[in-house]
């Protein structure tokens, strides 16, 4: 096979991807960046020419999710098109969906229905709500999963109502916790020599994403509340205005708030009977960031980043996204990075945060074309040149 891997650290591993919009994609990434021998499979009926929930195929989102990859046409719907998917099923490795769940028994490529092809398959699932359960039928989209999740309870200021995050987390989370489920699940493989069926779904990794907010309520009963730009707990932590803008300041601890006092050149806020305890600086909080206001917005955000963080005290500064990729250790870190693309266009793509020192990832292929490599990769599973030309005459591929 010609196409150049992303990485040697999957490359044994072949991935059949049947993901749509985001929450499957992110999961197909995982191993599309690390190497894998991952065909994303368009359904025939689909449109070409680029319109698509998620957007266009050649837009900045899609772009981003589909690289390293390649693509095929099948129709599914077609008993011949279900024969050819389970050909691919008996040399594949995993097979990844974000269908709701009833459209797997209707298409005939449910867990039982793989598994009796290939023991040794994996399948990943990712819906709105569960597999079963009162909502699995609903249809699941971020939004709806933020909210039901709690997350926009805790977001936002307080007394301005709920508030979404301002990216899709619950569409992101549940991609990576798939392919985290899906690696584990090779991994025990191994021992086993079987497959098995790796669920998640928005709610439940929206929930989980709660993290320490949950625990507050499940074990001490609290319900959290909305605080702004403040952190729910340490305190100071939050949005303080400079004289050109604004920044962050985080303060864990008592140590790490003296330091920021001094550092601020107000060493009596210390001693000042409102702020002198953890408990006491949470009961006058909005005193108290008045207070560091008042020294902050004296300087530009560039000192006290600067002042501060040489004092031990963490501070950022508070970036739009064109900041961020001009910052000087974003660059260093060269996340953002660019794809070959044989046609000529530019594309510049947000890279993998994990770096590995022998197998490393990198951007190998641009996104495929709709069905670019359908031919190609027939052939790799053992299509003959007599089938290929059936099947497209046919219009299964």
């Known amino acids: 096979m010609t196409f150049p891997r992303a990485s040697q650290a999957l490359a044994r591993f072949t991935v059949l991807d049947l993901t749509r919009v985001r929450s499957g994609p992110t999961a197909v990434r995982q191993f599309a960046d690390w190497g894998a021998n991952v065909i994303k499979i368009d359904a025939l009926t689909a449109d070409a ?4 929930p998620g957007g266009p195929r050649h837009g900045s989102d899609f772009q981003n999710l589909h690289r390293n990859k390649r693509a095929m046409t099948l ?3 077609q008993p011949e098109g279900l024969a050819v998917f389970r050909r691919l099923v008996a040399q594949a490795d995993v097979v990844i969906e974000n269908f709701r769940p009833d459209v797997k028994d209707r298409l005939g490529i449910d867990y039982e229905s793989l598994r009796a092809v290939n023991p040794r398959i994996i399948l990943g699932s990712i819906s709105g709500f569960g597999q079963d359960g009162p909502y699995h039928q609903r249809p699941g989209f971020d939004q709806i999963a933020q909210g039901m999740g709690g ?5 936002g200021a307080p007394g301005q109502g709920p508030m979404r995050a301002g990216i899709p987390v619950a569409d992101l989370t549940a991609g990576l916790f798939c392919a985290l489920g899906v690696m584990t699940a090779l991994l025990e493989r191994e021992v086993s020599g079987e497959g098995q069926w790796v669920q998640t779904s928005l ?5 989980f994403m709660l993290d320490f907010q949950a625990a507050r309520w499940l074990m001490e009963g609290d319900v959290p509340g909305q605080a702004g730009n403040n952190h729910p ?9 400079t004289s050109d803008g604004y920044i962050n300041i985080a303060t864990t601890g008592g140590r790490i708030w003296e330091r920021c006092a001094e550092t601020l050149g107000a060493p009596e806020l210390i001693s000042n009977p ?5 408990p006491a600086r ?5 005193a108290l960031n008045g207070d560091i206001n008042a020294l902050t917005e004296k300087q530009t955000s560039a000192y006290w980043v600067e002042t501060l963080n040489a004092a031990g005290v963490p501070c950022g500064p508070i970036y739009n996204v064109d900041q961020v990729f ?3 250790q974003v660059r260093h870190l060269g996340i953002a990075q660019d794809v070959p693309n044989p046609d000529g266009r530019t594309i510049r793509l947000v890279g993998q945060p994990v770096s590995l020192s022998r197998t490393p990832t990198r951007m190998a292929a641009r996104p495929p074309e709709f069905g670019e490599q359908t031919d190609e990769v027939l052939a790799e599973f053992g299509f003959s040149p007599e089938e290929i030309g059936a099947l497209r005459r046919n219009r299964i591929v």
Do not use: C
């Not at 020419?49 to 698509?52: A, K, R, T």
């Not at 409102?274 to 953890?278: G, W």
């Open 49 to 52: 020419g680029g319109e698509q």
């Open 75 to 77: 129709d599914l719907k």
């Open 151 to 155: 997350l926009m309870s805790i977001t």
């Open 203 to 207: 709610l439940q990794a929206q929930i």
């Open 233 to 241: 707990t340490s305190i100071p932590t939050g949005v303080f205005r």
């Open 274 to 278: 409102d702020y002198a305890t953890a």
């Open 282 to 286: 949470s009961r006058n909080r909005d």
């Open 326 to 328: 001009d910052d000087a």
